[in-house]
């Protein structure tokens, strides 16, 4: 089944020590979306793709960047994580992206904790 | 910020009974989507009502939009214990294609 998937599901890191989640789908989508989702909080957008555009939110912080090597795979690289990062990480993809007329589809999350 | 609003942020309902859950937002969107999510999952789309739509029916939903108020409801009837979940609404603003979510409602059905 086509789909999108996140690893690790759980990740556990150092204060500082960076970290990487990855995510890989086999929709073929256009579009790549990174969000942060704290405890009962609604999904933040960090960043996005579009095709090979990058796309920064203004308030996503400069800890936080991201790779997309190619269609399917994309990267969200923490570089020095602090306990306010600690959190589920969302990756979810959309076709064509154009004014959003499509529904997201969305990975399971990983959940990153922070010692 | 341009995060849309949700209520209740919580609800609670017997089996058989009907959820509508309220969505506010606050820019121009070519449509708006309800997402559902169970607790440590990502996100589901349940369905997607466009901006020159006013009604959509999925089996047990029905989503009202009504753009001059920027308002949308989700009506979930004879609701079962499997739908206990948080729904978040989502827009996509004109000339974009972000999707901004609301705060979300927590609907929990008791058996």
């Known amino acids: 089944d086509a789909m999108v998937i996140q690893n690790p599901r759980y990740q556990v890191t150092q204060f500082g020590k960076p970290v990487t989640l990855s995510c890989s789908q086999t929709?073929?989508?256009?579009?790549m979306y990174w969000y942060q989702q704290k405890s009962s909080q609604a999904p933040k957008l960090l960043f996005h793709?579009?095709?090979?555009?990058?796309?920064n939110e203004a308030d996503t912080p400069d800890n936080f960047q991201s790779r997309r090597p190619n269609t399917s795979f994309c990267f969200l690289d923490i570089r020095s994580p602090g306990l306010g990062d600690a959190a589920m990480y969302l990756c979810?993809?959309?076709?064509?992206?154009?004014?959003?007329?499509?529904?997201?589809?969305f990975g399971p999350g990983t959940r990153l904790t922070v010692l | 910020s341009q995060q849309g609003e949700e209520d209740p942020q919580a609800l609670s309902i017997q089996e058989g009974e009907n959820a509508t859950m309220n969505c506010s937002y606050k820019?121009?969107?070519?449509?708006l989507q309800w997402y559902r999510q169970n607790s440590g999952r990502g996100l589901v789309h349940l369905i997607l009502?466009?901006?020159?739509?006013r009604e959509k029916h999925s089996g047990r939903l029905r989503v009202t939009l009504d753009t001059s108020k920027k308002s949308s409801s989700l009506l979930i009837t004879a609701s079962r214990a499997a739908d206990t979940a948080s729904y978040f609404c989502?827009?996509?603003?004109?000339?974009?294609?972000?999707?901004?979510f609301g705060t979300g409602t927590r609907l929990k059905v008791l058996a």
């Open positions: 979810a993809t959309t076709l064509n992206g154009t004014s959003g007329r499509y529904e997201q589809f």
């Open positions: 929709l073929n989508h256009n579009v």
């Open positions: 793709y579009y095709d090979k555009d990058f796309n």
């Open positions: 820019t121009s969107i070519n449509n």
């Open positions: 009502i466009r901006s020159n739509e």
């Open positions: 989502a827009t996509v603003p004109s000339g974009t294609y972000k999707y901004i």
